[in-house]
């Protein structure tokens, strides 16, 4: 499975963008996808995730309250309301077959980046 994410770009602080993620396969079905992002220097970190079968979703604390994930025929999303300097990061979609693996951090599929700049 490959994954395609997109919507990155350049916001203001308080202001909001929308990712997206795409299965190669057409569909997420059967699998748990999540949002990870990479600051600078830093670890990647989870974000948020979402099982496709029951749409239930978990995020990260610093997140909760201003992102949410969430999906469509084939795409997993990722809104993200107000924006502060340190979302700054390059957001990874990925997916795996087990909720676990993802919140773990060690999902099998990963996408390419796709950066996320917030100026203050």
Request: glycine residues 10%; proline residues 2%.
């Amino acid at each position: 499975v490959q994954l395609q994410a997109s919507g990155g770009g350049l916001v203001q602080a308080g202001g909001a963008l929308r990712l997206s993620c795409a299965a190669s396969e057409g569909t997420f079905s059967r699998t748990t996808a999540g949002w990870f992002r990479q600051a600078p220097g830093k670890e990647r970190e989870f974000v948020a995730a979402l099982t496709w079968s029951d749409a239930s979703t978990g995020y990260a604390d610093s997140v909760l309250g201003r992102f949410t994930i969430s999906r469509d025929h084939a795409k997993v999303h990722l809104q993200m309301n107000s924006l502060k300097p340190e979302d700054t990061a390059v957001y990874y979609c990925a997916a795996d077959a087990l909720t676990q693996a993802v919140v773990a951090g060690v999902p099998a599929y990963w996408g390419q980046g796709t950066q996320v700049t917030v100026s203050s």
